[in-house]
């Protein structure tokens, strides 16, 4: 059973920046791309960035130079680099891998963008 567990989120200002981390029990990270989700209040939830095996990266439009996710295969870890923050991008984010077998998902981390 993989286990997923999201850090680094917090209060910033607009325009301020988290780091998040998502570390996993297992190696898997080194085979399966890594997703970072998002879901705010009241809204459905939505990708924000993706990662492959490879390095390949890919964004959400409303993210696009300003998130930057990255991996660690080495310590299973992969993170989310949030730039030039907004209001709108307060929610719980969270990790996941898709496997051949099952969907894993961390418990999640608030970051909060308000003045």
């Known amino acids: 059973q993989v286990q997923l567990v999201e850090s680094g989120g917090g209060l910033v200002q607009p325009g301020g920046s988290l780091r998040l981390s998502c570390a996993a029990s297992e190696s898997i990270f080194s085979i399966y791309p890594i997703k970072w989700y998002r879901q705010a209040p009241g809204k459905q939830r939505e990708l924000v960035a993706r990662?492959?095996?490879?390095?390949?990266?890919n964004y959400a439009d409303s993210v696009k130079g300003r998130f930057t996710i990255s991996r660690d295969n080495a310590k299973n870890t992969v993170y989310l680099q949030m730039n030039s923050l907004k209001p709108e991008d307060t929610a719980v984010y969270y990790c996941?891998?898709?496997?051949?077998?099952?969907?894993?998902w961390g418990q999640g981390t608030q970051g909060t963008v308000s003045s």
């Open positions: 990662i492959t095996s490879g390095g390949r990266t």
């Open positions: 996941n891998i898709l496997t051949n077998d099952s969907d894993y």
